[in-house]
């Protein structure tokens, strides 16, 4: 099993920006990629940004290019999101998942291809 946990989640006002962590533990070695997702108020859950290994290939939602980045530090086994220009619309709940096994940069944005989820941390953007 690995256990996530995120951090980072606040209220900023539009134009800020914000650095969400996600701390992996357990058998992390079984992981090859991690992701962010995020559910808005009253809608879906929405893929928001990817990272495979190894290579650390990324991937992005069209709506956070330009402005969100996702890195990794190996050693800490932590992933994080750098949100900058934050929007209202960004206002959501973000989830950190991880995948184990063989990936495909096609399924990267599939949420039912993510083993592991943490407990999701609240973003709240205000114009």
């Known amino acids: 099993q690995v256990q996530l946990v995120e951090s980072g989640g606040g209220l900023v006002q539009a134009g800020d920006s914000l650095r969400l962590s996600c701390a992996a533990s357990g058998r992390t070695y079984s992981t090859s990629a991690m992701g962010w997702f995020r559910r808005p108020p009253g809608k879906e859950r929405e893929f928001v940004t990817a990272i495979r290994w190894p290579g650390s290939s990324t991937y992005y939602a069209d709506s956070v290019k330009g402005r969100f980045t996702i890195s990794r530090d190996n050693a800490k086994s932590t992933v994080y999101l750098q949100m900058n220009s934050l929007k209202p619309e960004d206002t959501a709940v973000y989830y950190c998942?991880?995948?184990?096994?063989?990936?495909?940069?096609?399924?990267?944005?599939?949420?039912?291809?993510?083993?592991?989820w943490g407990q999701g941390t609240q973003v709240t953007v205000s114009s």
């Open positions: 998942a991880a995948r184990r096994g063989i990936t495909t940069a096609q399924t990267m944005n599939v949420s039912d291809a993510y083993d592991y």
